[in-house]
């Protein structure tokens, strides 16, 4: 595999900015790069899981620290932010965390499960319970065993507290800093000058050797991530397998690739191991979900919407329909309407998604993400009552579905139904507290209510949960001064306004 990025627009050093993230935070991830091996020494002084360690660093403040890190990664442009992909991935995690439910920690994580753009095969955890996976290693996964198989070592990581294990012995009032220095790190990226003095820095140098995980915590998590395929009913070879074509995969990286980018190894020795755990276990085989196969379709086109990357996958959506079985071809045709609306072809992309539903065999479960679509091609072609229809029928097939329940909203506008939209968004963000997308959208009704101060409210709700603070109160302001405004919209503004000033205070310290 070649090192270099797949989007010739970007410059290398932005490429690895993410991968960054996961090697400099983590403590916990880059389980598939090439590696420099860590010492014996540090591996034999892994510190054990004692009451002062917990105490050192709780679950509180191992979310915070993961939540201050994620503000940074949701601002990156390779952050996947689709609503398909992502819940597919959370889904998909959800259903590995539900069999070990002691993964949540005594703070209950509500785990959170994303991708990013990325031609490298990794995955990485952050503290908290926020795990990530770079986009080229979903489309290298053959099966859902092998996807299962990553994405449970890295719960592995969080079940077992590594992160609290390696920075157990900071100071808590130290965590925040800490997370500061990383993320101006992060920062400086773009000037190399920069870059190099935080990397050669005493700091850095030590910062680093504290992050790194030991052999055996990477063992650790293979043995807890293979515990968790086997009670969820995954097929536990898809490690063995997937393991060692990732260990195949590094041999191709040059020695360009930045050395603390290159800890983790996946030795023969892990995989050796994980083969003397299976062996007594029986063969079961799982059938992968047709989502499965639209969510790699998908992230063909996210991975690289150059004019290269869109004839390869072209390309890699006719070997789909070449290979003539059933989630293949559903999978193809749905990949070549995404396609086509891409080139704003419309029309062409409404055909093949209709090809692609007709290949649905009677009375198998259909899909939310060719209903998802099915939406937005609507809303794309100003169809916004048919729009309407199509997304009430879907939020009855799939009343759990986030990424309709969206659409849906957005049918809702787009047709003039403001007061309605406004109704629906405002009980959904009574139950979903933590999408900004719902106050976004609840924005975009108000200001088509032509209600100015309900509007800013909104967007500053926005902000604050996507961790730009700074932009909310300024929307507060704006809000505050609208002629509309009413005294209870005032006191709202006014509570608002002393619970985030105060948190901006914090975090500015």
């Not at 590696?35 to 540090?42: G, K, L």
Request: aromatic share 6%; proline share 4%.
């Amino acid at each position: 595999m070649n090192s270099a990025p797949i989007f010739p627009h970007e410059s290398p050093r932005r490429a690895w900015r993410l991968r960054a993230v996961a090697a400099a935070t983590l403590a916990c991830a880059t389980i598939f790069q090439a590696a420099t091996v860590p010492s014996a020494s540090f591996a034999q002084n892994l510190p054990s899981l004692g009451d002062t360690e917990r105490q050192e660093l709780s679950p509180i403040m191992e979310r915070r620290l993961g939540e201050e890190i994620m503000r940074d990664v949701r601002r990156d442009r390779d952050y996947l932010d689709d609503p398909v992909v992502l819940e597919y991935l959370n889904n998909f995690g959800s259903s590995l965390v539900s069999v070990r439910p002691d993964a949540r920690g005594e703070a209950g994580y509500d785990f959170f499960f994303f991708a990013v753009r990325d031609p490298s095969l990794n995955a990485f955890a952050l503290p908290g319970g926020f795990i990530g996976v770079h986009s080229a290693l979903v489309l290298a996964a053959q099966s859902e065993s092998e996807l299962a198989s990553v994405l449970s070592h890295e719960i592995g990581h969080v079940a077992q507290r590594h992160i609290a294990r390696m920075l157990g012995r900071q100071r808590q009032d130290a965590l925040l800093p800490l997370a500061g220095m990383i993320l101006a790190a992060l920062a400086s990226r773009s000037s190399s000058d920069a870059s190099a003095a935080l990397l050669m820095g005493s700091e850095g140098v030590a910062l680093q050797r504290q992050l790194n995980f030991s052999r055996e915590a990477e063992r650790e998590a293979d043995r807890v991530g293979l515990q968790i395929m086997k009670d969820a009913g995954f097929d536990t070879s898809g490690m063995i397998a997937f393991f060692g074509r990732m260990q195949n995969s590094t041999r191709a990286y040059s020695d360009g690739v930045p050395a603390f980018l290159r800890s983790h190894p996946l030795t023969t020795e892990r995989i050796a191991d994980i083969q003397d755990r299976t062996r007594g276990l029986r063969y079961k085989q799982r059938a992968d979900s047709l989502d499965f196969h639209l969510v790699r379709a998908r992230l063909r086109l996210l991975q690289d919407s150059t004019a290269q990357g869109l004839r390869e996958a072209a390309e890699a959506f006719e070997g789909l329909l070449a290979q003539k079985t059933r989630n293949q071809t559903i999978a193809g045709k749905y990949g070549q309407a995404l396609l086509a609306f891409r080139q704003r072809d419309i029309g062409r992309a409404q055909e093949l998604l209709s090809e692609a539903r007709a290949a649905l065999p009677q009375g198998m479960k259909p899909s939310s993400i060719l209903a998802s679509l099915a939406i937005e091609l609507k809303l794309a072609a100003n169809q916004s009552a048919e729009a309407v229809k199509e997304a009430e029928a879907a939020r009855t097939q799939f009343p759990l579905s986030r990424g309709i329940a969206h659409l849906y909203a957005d049918a809702l506008t787009a047709a003039g139904r403001n007061d309605d939209a406004v109704r629906f968004l405002r009980d959904q963000a009574q139950l979903y507290r933590r999408e900004p997308e719902l106050q976004e959208r609840l924005a975009k009704a108000y200001a088509a209510q032509g209600k100015q101060a309900l509007q800013h409210i909104a967007l500053a709700e926005n902000y604050a949960m996507v961790g730009s603070l700074s932009s909310a109160l300024d929307q507060l302001n704006i809000a505050r001064r609208a002629p509309d405004a009413t005294f209870y919209d005032q006191s709202l503004i006014d509570a608002r306004e002393r619970e985030w000033q105060a948190r901006f205070k914090e975090e500015m310290k």
